[in-house]
């Protein structure tokens, strides 16, 4: 049964006698081995090692989702920025209210007349306009002189809006036509109808030359506009010539919300340039009248637009990652508490107390490194998601993809140190007496 | 220096026999538990064990056996005196070196037995090469060849989890031989088993003592302690040869 002696097997015994201490190697835990044996602890407890994960999976996931769809979505920001804001520049009167006058309620009239065409003229300009509200608290606005039936027009303003403003707000004309400097070297009573004023007014077709009265005075409506790139207020307004305005009823009023302003299209990445030349070339006398106001610059608006509410959210995936790692250093320390018969038992065949910690330690690691995994598959889907259903372009930093995993392994190392300690201190002939 | 030799072996040449160097050489061996009050388990013990032999050690509930057991194990250091495995002197090795020595040199066996309830048994007795620098290849015919040699062979993958106590044993030893020990170290090995399975532990036990392998047994069983070359006794933590008269100190 027993077929060959102890001793005819081991010649190198012979040496055992006079043994120095170098006759004893010290013990070794290959690499492989290690990882076999953290593996095959955590494969032993499948249930237990995936509930554990889970908040690691949550704390990686939410941040690379977080991460992701700020990216995602400033990107998409920075898109639609760039096609339009990017091409707008607006002008506001900031001169002081005339003192000298006798009527004090009324405000400066800082643009020249002819300021639509000196702003026109600056290289990259494609049009620009004053336009200012008339200088009514609340304008009555009926489509027929008999002011009963100006209900309909309640809510809507009125706007006096230079030829130049109407062409620089890009307006969808949906009838008749826009008017012109024809009409305004006349002070002809036209008007344009957005679309929504035009409902409410009740007035759908133009051949019939329809008009519409604003405080009693007619205004033959030429044209009706259905959208606007810039300015969408003026869909709601009618429209009607600056110069006919100002003839009719005088200079804006005082306050932020009557004075004059500019708008002005320009060609894509002109409007800085036109924003610091406008109010020179407007009035070379007095510049300092006129502020012409830059566009948001599209990287701070998307920092603006990634400050907000990422802070918070990456706020909580850090403290799901917290809980991720007290819940691997939970379980790592029950199974050390639930192993001190294995510990004991791996040290009388030979272990160093290393060895065992080793071991823990390579078992949390692994735990927080498929949690990472995990939580990175997930997260990266979750963008992709949310981009493919609101018709995004998903982008994501390869910077916040690639090291997802290792934040797990590190939650991981971090959350096993403990245990691993107590595990090697465990004492072997305490933990072998059963 | 004199190499070691077993007993029943040829010597080599002409030479004058020389008397083999012990496997176990114990002086004056004390321990004490600095637990508040200080407990002496051990006294003065002296034990030399030769290449070969087989001693069982009795004694009654808490008169130190598994204290003394540690020693010999090399968990536990002695509070004073001097303890010579295979001619080294323990005393002065740094604690990595002990614990090599102790995985290369001891093999024990547990009451309770240590399985791991996950592994079969042919990797329950692969894990006592983890630690030595065996070849990952080698280790599964090596358990499988001391399986065998236990009478296991045909259970190699079988989980511990639905194995007989008798078996659990056997893998148990299976796993202690597998790193050739000088010395088997076996604390109540049948305390868990009944007496026919016992029997069988007892009849292996032998066959390894007759390949000349070195066996110390702690039992609290007189019919086992019967069957060993040798019996010390350990009373109050003394050591003393032969078969202390019967105080009732059995379980
Ligand atoms: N770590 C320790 N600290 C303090 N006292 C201890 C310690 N370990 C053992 N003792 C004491 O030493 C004495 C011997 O204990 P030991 O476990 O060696 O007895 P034993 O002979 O193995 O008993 P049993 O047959 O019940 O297993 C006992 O009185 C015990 O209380
Ligand atoms: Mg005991």
Redo the contacts between chains.
């Keep these: ?10 010649p190198w ?7 120095t ?1 170098s ?8 690499l ?2 290690l990882l076999a ?1 953290a593996l ?1 602890g955590l494969i ?1 407890r499948p249930g237990r090692s995936t509930l554990t994960l889970l908040g690691t999976v949550l704390g990686v996931g939410a941040f690379v989702a977080v991460l992701g769809l700020t990216s995602t979505a400033a990107g998409q920001i920075g898109h639609s920025f760039s096609l339009l804001q990017d091409t707008t520049v607006n002008v506001a009167d900031v001169g002081p209210p005339p003192a000298a006058e006798a009527d004090t309620n009324r405000g400066p009239m800082d643009f020249p007349a002819d300021a639509d065409a000196r702003v026109g003229r600056l290289n990259g300009a494609l049009a620009a306009g004053v336009y200012w509200p008339a200088p009514f608290q609340q304008p009555r606005v009926s489509a027929s002189a008999d002011p009963s039936g100006a209900a309909a027009g309640q809510g809507l303003s009125v706007y006096a809006m230079s030829p130049g403003a109407l062409q620089a707000v890009q307006a969808t004309v949906s009838a008749g036509v826009l008017y012109n400097d024809f009409h305004q070297q006349r002070d002809l009573r036209v008007a344009v109808l957005g679309a929504a004023a035009a409902q409410r007014l009740g007035i759908t077709r133009l051949d019939a030359q329809p008009a519409v009265f604003v405080n009693g005075t007619g205004f033959t409506v030429i044209g009706i506009i259905s959208d606007t790139q810039r300015l969408p207020q003026s869909l709601l307004g009618v429209l009607v010539p600056s110069s006919t305005a100002q003839h009719l009823w005088g200079n804006p009023l005082q306050g932020d919300a009557f004075k004059a302003r500019m708008v002005i299209a320009t060609r894509t990445g002109a409007a800085d340039l036109i924003a610091h030349q406008a109010a020179m070339a407007l009035r070379p006398d007095d510049p300092s009248l006129l502020s012409a106001a830059a566009p948001p610059d599209p990287a701070s608006l998307r920092d603006a637009v990634a400050g907000d509410l990422t802070g918070l959210f990456l706020l909580l995936a850090a403290i799901c990652l917290v809980i991720g790692a007290v819940g691997i250093a939970n379980t790592t320390l029950v199974a050390v508490l639930e192993r001190t ?2 510990i ?9 107390p290393r ?1 065992i910690a080793a071991q823990f330690l390579t078992e949390s690691t692994v735990l927080g490194t498929l949690g990472g995994l995990i939580g990175t598959a997930l997260g990266v889907a979750t963008v992709v998601l949310v981009a493919v259903g609101r018709d995004w372009t998903a982008v994501l930093q390869p910077w916040t993809v690639v090291p997802a995993p290792f934040a797990g392994s590190v939650v991981g190392l971090l959350a096993g140190l403990y245990p691993s300690l107590r595990a090697a201190w465990v004492e ?2 305490e933990a ?3 | 220096m004199t190499p070691a030799q077993a007993p029943h072996e040829p010597l080599q040449g002409p030479e004058v026999p020389v008397p083999p160097a012990p496997v176990i050489r114990m002086r004056g061996v004390t321990r004490t538990f600095p637990s508040p009050p200080p407990v002496t388990a051990l006294r003065s013990c002296e034990l030399t064990v030769l290449p070969g032999e087989y001693v069982a050690v009795v004694g009654p509930s808490g008169s130190g056996k598994s204290t003394f057991l540690n020693l010999l194990g090399l968990l536990d250091r002695p509070s004073s005196g001097t303890y010579e495995l295979d001619g080294i002197d323990t005393g002065t090795l740094a604690e990595s070196r002990r614990t090599a020595l102790r995985g290369q040199r001891i093999g024990f066996v547990f009451q309770s037995f240590h399985l791991l309830p996950h592994r079969t048994a042919a990797e329950n007795v692969a894990l006592a090469q983890l630690y030595n620098r065996t070849p990952r290849g080698g280790r599964r015919a090596a358990a499988r060849d001391v399986l065998q040699r236990v009478g296991l062979g045909h259970r190699l993958d079988a989980l511990p989890t639905r194995m007989s106590g008798g078996e659990r044993q056997r893998v148990a030893i299976a796993r202690a031989l597998v790193n050739e020990p000088s010395l088997l170290l076996c604390d109540e090995p049948t305390g868990n088993l009944d007496s026919v399975t016992a029997d069988r532990v007892m009849t292996l036990f032998e066959e390894l003592h007759a390949t000349g392998l070195t066996l110390l047994v702690i039992t609290h069983d007189r019919d086992v302690a019967a069957r060993a070359g040798r019996t010390v006794t350990i009373r109050d933590g003394v050591l003393r040869p032969g078969v202390a008269a019967p105080s009732g100190g059995r379980a």
């Design positions: 049964m027993i077929p060959r002696t102890w001793r005819a097997r081991r015994r012979a040496r055992a006698a006079g043994a201490r006759a004893v190697p010290h013990s070794r835990l290959s492989v081995d044996e095959s032993q018969g294995e004991g038992l791996r040290r009388s065949l030979g272990a160093r060895h072997p002939a072998l007496r059963r």
